[in-house]
């Protein structure tokens, strides 16, 4: 029988984690993005091979889709872009974990929580590459083809612009306010059956 267990994180516990992943920025700062890629997605190979509770595997599934957004060859994420999510990625680089990912089941727990800080502030660029995701495997369907296979097809070209540029206006337009956006999207992100070059087990 399923057990529904909640926590707040206060604003110090908050601190901890913001304070946690500046200094990783700061330690990873000179790694290039191939690093930074390599280290998050190793993260990933490792919880491949050991059973993990759903609410940490549902969280690894958006760190799968930050890693995806910046190899995707047909989202193209541009310098300034690809810089934003690389940020947010730096911290799985980072091999000074909080809890030591060894550590059965609860060192992947302080990942889970710097997963969700990162996707809460990274929730327009992972909506809009969700329905990027959404629009590749039925167009591609449509065309009897395989999505893993369109690379940057020109029918992509316009419905990526125009979702893009969508991320863009509403980022900057949360700029001006906490700098975390509003919170109420984010738990769409990551969660689409669509093709992405990931390489999470439970999708």
């Given at each position: 029988?399923?057990?529904?267990?909640?926590?707040?994180l206060?604003?110090?516990?908050?601190?901890?984690?913001?304070?946690?992943i500046?200094?990783?920025?700061?330690?990873a700062?000179?790694?290039?993005?191939?690093?930074?890629?390599?280290?998050?997605?190793?993260?990933?190979?490792?919880?491949?091979k050991?059973?993990?509770?759903?609410?940490?595997?549902?969280?690894?599934?958006?760190?799968?889709?930050?890693?995806?957004?910046?190899?995707d060859?047909?989202?193209?994420?541009g310098?300034?872009?690809?810089?934003?999510?690389?940020?947010?990625?730096?911290?799985?680089?980072?091999?000074?974990?909080?809890?030591?990912?060894?550590?059965?089941?609860?060192?992947?727990?302080?990942?889970?929580?710097?997963i969700?800080?990162?996707?809460?502030?990274?929730k327009?660029e992972l909506?809009?590459?969700?329905?990027?995701?959404?629009?590749?495997?039925?167009?591609?369907?449509?065309?009897?083809?395989?999505?893993?296979?369109?690379?940057?097809?020109?029918?992509?070209?316009?419905?990526r612009?125009?979702?893009?540029?969508?991320?863009?206006?509403?980022?900057?337009?949360?700029?001006?306010?906490?700098?975390?956006?509003?919170?109420?999207?984010?738990?769409?992100?990551?969660?689409?059956?669509?093709?992405?070059?990931?390489?999470?087990?439970?999708?």
């Amino acid at each position: 029988m399923p057990l529904a267990i909640s926590f707040e994180l206060s604003d110090r516990d908050l601190e901890h984690f913001h304070s946690a992943i500046k200094a990783a920025g700061a330690t990873a700062g000179a790694k290039s993005t191939e690093e930074i890629v390599g280290a998050a997605s190793q993260l990933l190979e490792e919880a491949n091979k050991v059973a993990l509770p759903d609410f940490i595997l549902q969280r690894l599934d958006k760190l799968d889709a930050l890693i995806a957004m910046v190899r995707d060859e047909g989202w193209a994420l541009g310098d300034e872009d690809r810089k934003h999510v690389l940020s947010a990625l730096v911290y799985f680089a980072d091999p000074a974990d909080i809890i030591p990912d060894n550590v059965p089941v609860l060192g992947y727990f302080d990942d889970a929580i710097a997963i969700e800080i990162c996707v809460t502030e990274l929730k327009h660029e992972l909506d809009a590459y969700e329905e990027f995701c959404e629009f590749r495997q039925g167009e591609a369907t449509r065309r009897g083809l395989n999505p893993a296979s369109v690379g940057r097809a020109d029918w992509l070209d316009s419905r990526r612009d125009e979702l893009q540029d969508r991320m863009h206006r509403r980022r900057n337009r949360d700029a001006g306010g906490t700098g975390y956006g509003d919170s109420s999207g984010y738990a769409r992100a990551g969660y689409t059956s669509a093709w992405r070059p990931g390489m999470l087990r439970v999708r």
